[in-house]
């Protein structure tokens, strides 16, 4: 009997999901974020711009200026253990997701300098960790 233990963790795959979507919506044609690939593990350093936390969970997705000209996915609220998203100095365009509000440990958001329209979903002000 063979055991295979995978270093993503308990929530490897969701989370991998989760950035590859979220990959696809702001960079579509793949220029600024060809670091994060199906087979890369977003906690060894491999995806620029992402960190994880202690229990190897990603807590902090850090892309500003990075030129990207896409939307935010409703798949950044599948990142449950986030605390930092950094989305500022891009040309994102869109709605912003109410799933956003999904974050529940979110401290630090920062969308400003970006095109988005609509209004921003008022479940994002009952979001307590914010600062």
């Not at 702001?26 to 936390?53: M, R």
């Not at 891009?90 to 912003?96: A, E, F, T, V």
């Amino acid at each position: 009997m063979v055991f295979v233990l995978s270093p993503k963790g308990v929530y490897g795959n969701a989370e991998l999901k989760a950035l590859l979507d979220l990959k696809a919506s702001l960079d579509p044609e793949g220029i600024f974020l060809s670091s994060w690939t199906k087979n890369g593990n977003p906690c060894d350093d491999s995806f620029e711009g992402v960190a994880c936390n202690e229990k190897g969970q990603v807590a902090n997705v850090s892309l500003q200026g990075k030129g990207l000209s896409g939307k935010l996915s409703p798949a950044i609220g599948d990142l449950k253990h986030l605390t930092g998203l950094y989305l500022h100095y891009n040309s994102l365009y869109g709605d912003i997701p109410r799933e956003v509000a999904n974050l529940t440990q979110l401290s630090d958001l920062y969308l400003n300098v970006n095109h988005f329209s609509g209004e921003i979903p008022s479940q994002i002000g009952k979001m307590e960790n914010l600062q």
